[in-house]
């Protein structure tokens, strides 16, 4: 067996996935703990050897064909249906006429495949593969090996639905969701009986939403999955277990709409709940440890609702959760990392690039800051954050009165957080090969989340990762010990400091961001002739404006690089606070040291 690459999340997160976790426990130190069928563990070294001894049936596969190389050919955006991404409702006889090597599709559990793409990657065999194809090979397929994640190995093979009593395919009128998923769960049971039950569970009465949010289930005995089909790749989900480690809240926030789903589950899971965002896709797994191993046949009692946010001080103050700060790491002279940590059993997924708000009330007066959470660490982000802390880098500014009450603020202290917010998405970053990185100050925190994204993520592809610094003095430069081990470890990572109050003995850049600076840092290619690089830009207003001014003029246009900067939302909320009567007293330049207090940009 190949073993994921532990470097490389998206694949080994894939690699876990297509296995159905039947498999692969444990990825670490290059260690996998490998759950044999019968449930014996037992350790396997990984050599890099991919035939592990070949105790069954299993073919030697030719060079550049392993599960890797399978998971990488499935995002190289390549259309491997054969049908342009289409999804048809096939008959039987639509089906029989696919039925060589070179044109092979397959219908497994009411989904045809073009396995076609596939034949040379098969573990079985090419042969074995063969005997499958032009027909419903459910049976099949389930006598050999049923434990096969078969929907999401070939889910970029997917042609459509298997609708036996059709003659002919058309494309349906149904969207590709519904005909994606069918009857949800339909495609993964066996039996009619289950399928019944289940779709009696999902079924159950509640509000009529505006938009559905889809979702799967599958188990095994000690584990259950939810599967949420969202409708970008960058959702931000919160989820919350309630005390009877029975009742489950699910919220999806994502194109300025928040969906939810409240399930009473069958019986108790333990906490935390894992949230996966499978890589390069709309798809988000919620993995559950079962308290007691056993087959629960059907998720449980289901709720949903969903609502469009209003973009009304109503709709986000729904949004805040209490947190407490649960330990308070510093950085340097005047700044912190403050990990904070839910009250009660609840985590959120931050999407790159998104922001929360911290909000509490200080002598009577709201104050509402946005903070992009950070990983704890640059240099060794852990490959499974801990979701249950949100962790973000507090710079204490003597006239921000949020910021200086966090700072003064001993552990344990209370405050509300918001759901995540923001435009950014990862697509505008497909095809690109070098990322620059304009930061000045805590400019530099959604720069993590970008850094962090780029190496996992974008690994193979991404050759570059160049930030160019601004601070006034050495003493103000961020994750200084971070950004040069992080340097030294990853070779396609570069950090250049300037400073524009540097006393003598500083040897590196000095001043302010000018034109001469940025093309020196720059590829001496045009962004318009070569769109294979993309800048990201956040520090304070003018540096922003005045970066991405000198961008545009060097031809950059909007789609070459994006600016993290205050919201509209933001200035919106600052002027309900000016207007609202709970802060008739406070004046708009103590609502201006507010605003400034984004990230530490100054207004
Ligand atoms: C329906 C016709 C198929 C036949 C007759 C067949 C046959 C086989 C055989 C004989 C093996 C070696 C089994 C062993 O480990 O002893 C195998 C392995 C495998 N097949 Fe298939 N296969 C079929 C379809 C598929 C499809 C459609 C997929 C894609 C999802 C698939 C994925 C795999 C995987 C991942 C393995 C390795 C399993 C493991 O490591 O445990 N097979 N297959």
């Known amino acids: ?41 037992q350790e396997v070294q990984d050599d890099g050897n991919d035939d592990g001894g070949n105790p069954r049936n299993k073919v030697a596969l030719a060079p550049g064909h392993s599960l890797m190389d399978w998971i990488r050919l499935g995002n190289s955006g390549q259309d491997l249906t054969g049908v342009g991404g289409r999804l048809l409702d096939v008959g039987p006889e639509q089906l029989a006429r696919h039925n060589t090597r070179a044109d092979a599709w397959l219908a497994i559990r009411g989904n045809v495949y073009n396995v076609t793409p596939y034949m040379n990657f098969h573990p079985g ?31 970029k ?74 409708q970008t790749s960058e959702p931000s989900v ?25 399930f ?22 919620l993995q559950l440890k079962k308290t007691v191993a056993a087959n629960w046949k059907k998720l449980g009692q289901t709720s949903l609702d969903s609502e469009q946010e209003n973009n009304g001080s ?4 729904k949004f805040y959760s209490k947190m407490k700060v649960s330990n308070v790491f510093p950085v340097n002279y005047n700044t912190n990392i403050l990990a904070l940590s839910f009250l009660d059993k609840s985590l959120c997924t931050t999407p790159v690039g998104h922001h929360i708000r911290v909000r509490t009330f200080i002598e009577g007066q709201e104050v509402d800051r946005c903070y992009t ?20 880098m507090v710079k204490e500014y003597k006239e921000g009165l949020l910021s200086s009450w966090l700072a003064k603020r001993p552990q344990e202290s209370i405050i509300e957080v918001s759901s995540c917010e923001g435009s950014f998405r990862t697509s505008c970053l497909a095809n690109r090969q070098e990322l620059y990185l304009f930061a000045a100050g805590t400019g530099f925190t959604p720069m993590v989340g970008v850094i962090n994204w780029a190496r996992k993520l974008m690994k193979g592809k991404c050759t570059k990762i160049s930030l160019l610094f601004f601070n006034r003095t050495e003493k103000d430069i961020l994750w200084r010990d971070e950004l040069d081990k992080l340097a030294l470890k990853d070779s396609r990572f570069t950090v250049t400091h300037v400073l524009s109050e540097a006393d003598e003995t500083w040897a590196g850049m000095r001043g302010r961001v000018n034109g001469e600076m940025l093309s ?12 294979k690089y993309f800048t990201f830009v956040c520090g304070p207003t003018a540096f922003s404006q005045l970066t991405g001014g000198l961008l545009k003029v060097m031809g950059f246009s909007d789609e070459d690089y994006h600016c993290f900067q205050v919201s509209a939302m933001l200035w919106i909320r600052l002027l309900q606070l000016v207007f609202t009567s709970s802060v008739v007293n406070m004046s708009i330049a103590s609502v201006i040291l507010c605003a400034r207090e984004f990230d530490g940009r100054s207004i």
Request: proline share 7%; net charge negative; hydrophobic share 35%.
């Open 520 to 531: 020196a840092h720059l590829p001496k290619r045009s962004p318009a002739t070569d769109p």
């Open 157 to 230: 093979c997917l042609v459509g639905r298997y609708r036996p009593r059709t003659a002919d395919s058309s494309p349906s009128s149904a969207s590709p969701s519904e005909k994606v998923l069918g009857d949800g769960l339909g495609a993964f049971l066996a039996s009619r009986e289950e399928k019944e039950r289940h779709q009696a569970a999902r079924d159950a009465p509640f509000k009529a939403p505006k938009r559905k949010l889809r979702w799967d289930w599958y188990e095994q005995e000690e584990r259950g999955s939810i599967v949420l089909y969202c």
């Open 314 to 317: 109503d709709s986000l103050s």
């Open 264 to 285: 009473i589950l069958e019986n108790t899971i333990d906490w935390p709940v894992r949230v996966i965002q499978i890589p390069n896709s709309s798809k988000v797994e």
């Open 1 to 41: 067996m190949t073993l994921p690459d532990p470097d490389d999340p998206a694949a080994a997160a894939a690699a876990a996935a297509v296995h159905e976790d039947a498999f692969v426990e444990k990825v670490q130190d290059g260690v996998v703990q490998e759950k044999a069928r019968d449930g014996v563990v």
């Open 125 to 155: 065999g090419v042969e074995e593969l063969e005997k499958g194809i032009g027909k419903d090979a459910t049976k099949l397929f389930s006598e050999v090996h049923a434990w096969v994640n078969f929907e999401s190995i070939l889910k």
């Open 238 to 262: 919160k989820v919350a277990l309630g005390e009877d480690n029975k009742n489950l809240k699910i919220e999806v926030r994502e194109n300025g709409e928040q969906c939810s789903l409240n």
């Open 373 to 392: 959470p950070i990983t704890r660490s640059l240099v060794d982000p852990p490959s499974e954050e801990d979701q249950t802390y949100i962790y973000i």
